[in-house]
């Protein structure tokens, strides 16, 4: 079957073309035909090398969410999963394939009405916002900005503090069109990536959702109100500066809180809750899922270009 991996850390070039033998399911596991795979923010940082540390080698397989058609189970998977549509996990890669394994605890089954590219734009993001959120304490009636917001974990941050009562949803984005669009998910106001701009914004928020991290993630402490806390649920720019901490202790009387949040800490099966409620959401046009492009698997050193460039407002998906 074709796949799309890591010959060499780097760019966009250094992902190709291979064929690797089709995967049989394990024990617990479903095969899954893909219909759409997503392009997500981590998938970039791994190929370009950040990550080599933490194991991840030379000829690594990309990709974390998948959807498309069960086609065979493995022992002790019940059957009648053969010829559902489902959305897959297929955990830190493996998902650039036209065929994907997935842990049946790590499958969602598709409401009829949504599309394969819509799924693979809203499983992992929309549990990542959701559960940021809550990691956040975030109560209805606070002030919330999502810094980095016109990536899917953002766009879907957005829209579910603004359903979940936030008092203002501030947002950072590289331009105005990108917060107009922004603002018709839900942001009230619109700053720019510094977090500056935007007329009559709150002086202060009381969560700060950061997908973004990098060498500027400290400046964000100072928009914080007392008692304020800031969640990384990213890091799309790359580590924060070492020393980042001394912002929080400077301003210590203010009681600020940081934290970094994954949802691998979350139970596999409140995540599949949470993804089966979002996804008939999804399906009754009660949240918007923002597919940036379609793109043809072969299309795959393209996609990556296009989100190094800064390029897409939502999630590219690939389809073989």
Do not use: C
Not at 21 to 42: C, D, H, K
Not at 245 to 250: C, F, S
């Amino acid at each position: 079957m074709k796949a799309f991996a890591i010959q060499a850390y780097g760019g966009p070039e250094g992902l190709v073309a291979v064929d690797l033998p089709a995967p049989r399911p394990a024990a617990g596991q479903v095969l899954v035909a893909t219909e759409a795979i997503g392009v997500g923010g981590v998938d970039t940082v791994i190929r370009s090398g950040a990550l080599a540390a933490y194991g991840f080698e030379e000829g690594f397989v990309p990709g974390s969410e998948v959807a498309g058609v069960v086609t065979a189970v493995g022992d002790g998977v019940d059957a009648s999963w053969t010829g559902r549509r489902v959305w897959a996990f297929t955990g830190t890669g493996g998902g650039y394939v036209e065929q994907a394994v997935a842990s049946v605890a790590d499958v969602v089954p598709l409401p009829a009405d949504l599309s394969s590219a819509a799924a693979v734009t809203l499983g992992g993001s929309g549990v990542v916002a959701h559960f940021g959120l809550r990691h956040a304490r975030f109560a209805p009636g606070e002030t919330v900005l999502v810094r980095g917001a016109a990536g899917s974990i953002g766009i879907m941050a957005v829209q579910l503090a603004a359903r979940g009562g936030a008092a203002a949803v501030a947002v950072t984005t590289s331009s105005a069109e990108r917060g107009e669009r922004l603002r018709r998910l839900g942001a009230t106001h619109v700053l720019d990536r510094s977090g500056g701009g935007g007329e009559d914004a709150p002086a202060g928020y009381d969560v700060v959702l950061d997908v973004v991290a990098g060498k500027d993630m400290p400046s964000f402490f100072d928009r914080l109100n007392p008692n304020g806390r800031m969640v990384a649920v990213g890091a799309v720019a790359g580590q924060p500066p070492a020393d980042f901490g001394t912002k929080i202790m400077t301003a210590f009387q203010k009681s600020l809180s940081f934290a970094a949040f994954s949802s691998a800490t979350v139970p596999g099966a409140e995540r599949s809750v949470v993804r089966g409620e979002q996804f008939a959401a999804a399906a009754r046009g009660e949240i918007e899922t923002v597919v940036h492009e379609v793109l043809p698997l072969d299309a795959a050193v393209s996609a990556h270009r296009k989100m190094d460039a800064g390029e897409v407002f939502g999630r590219i998906v690939l389809a073989p």
